[in-house]
């Protein structure tokens, strides 16, 4: 997990402008994916991010602690997402439906498994499908998957940017890892 140097948020924090550009160097990858694991179009992601930075700049005089600075910046991430759901509704796709203009009685290919391993997990279809999975789980369990196994974060610090308690973040896990193991299990025996 990428950490900020507390010495360099506390210059941002005074109004280096410098300094925020080391901590947006360091930080925006790993915020773009988390965004990215909440909404299904990369350039909303993208703008979500910016705006996330934008907001975490006017905002950054009320960080409390400076060794904190990438749990709050995920936490303002999460509101900034939430926010753009709030103001546009998209539909939502059946994982049973036909893959981009296939007719409705065609099945979702699947790569070969006769494929090794490492290539099975490099497969483009493969990561399109489990990304289409993860869009799929209730808000609560996708931000808790994409905050776990897309960004590394420890359980507690998904607790403290969530602001609930380690044990609902491990139940959350749980049953969103519950909920895409039925999903790719029902693929695999089509």
């Known amino acids: 997990m990428e950490t900020s140097d507390p010495a360099v948020v506390s210059r941002a924090r005074e ?12 930080t925006h990858r ?10 299904t179009n990369p350039e909303d992601a993208a703008d979500l991010t910016q705006k996330t ?12 602690s400076d060794e904190a600075f990438l749990v709050w910046l995920h936490r303002i991430a999460l509101n900034v997402a939430r926010d753009s759901r709030k103001r546009i ?30 290539q099975l997990v490099l497969s483009a279809d493969t990561q399109r ?24 974060m420890e359980v507690t610090a998904i607790a403290e940017t969530l602001g609930i308690s380690p044990g609902t973040v491990l139940s959350r896990l749980s049953r969103a890892r519950e909920a895409l193991r039925g999903t790719l299990d029902s693929l695999v025996k089509e």
């Open 129 to 152: 499908f489990v990304r289409r999975a993860v869009e799929r789980l209730p808000e609560i369990h996708r931000t808790v998957v994409a905050m776990h196994h897309l960004e590394g």
């Open 53 to 64: 930075y934008v907001r975490a700049w006017g905002a950054l005089k009320s960080l409390r």
């Open 15 to 26: 109004g280096d402008v410098d300094a925020f550009g080391e901590l947006f160097r360091a």
């Open 89 to 118: 509704e998209r539909p939502t796709e059946s994982l049973d439906a036909p893959v981009d203009g296939e007719e409705s009685s065609a099945a979702l290919e699947m790569p070969d498994w006769s494929l090794g391993p490492g």
């Open 30 to 39: 790993r915020v773009y994916n988390f965004v990215r694991s909440m909404v």
